[in-house]
């Protein structure tokens, strides 16, 4: 992803090197980015209580959980922000609740 002036946007870049608005040639996502570092609280996914029933999997609104061939994975905390949408959507109680330790 580039600036209008046609700088590259990475994770090293300085405020100062980014346009008035943040405006950018193209659309972009968290993908390219790390983001996980914001969450005070981290969920942890607790394989033996899982049932693969794939409900928390949607809920995520940063596409933390991936599955693969029809089975969830482990989380994905680079991009996961902590919100907790997936704790409450488990049905199972196989995703835990804890505090971030950094």
Known sequence: MKTKAGIEINEQIGWKA?????IVTEAGSAQHFKT???????????????????????????SSIPVVERKREKFDYDHCKGCGICVKACPFEAIEWTKEIK
Do not use: N
């Open 18 to 22: 980014i346009s008035p608005g943040g």
């Open 36 to 62: 996980g570092d914001w969450r005070t609280m981290r969920p942890v996914w607790l394989q033996e209580k899982c049932r693969q029933c794939l409900l928390c999997a949607p809920t995520c609104p940063d």
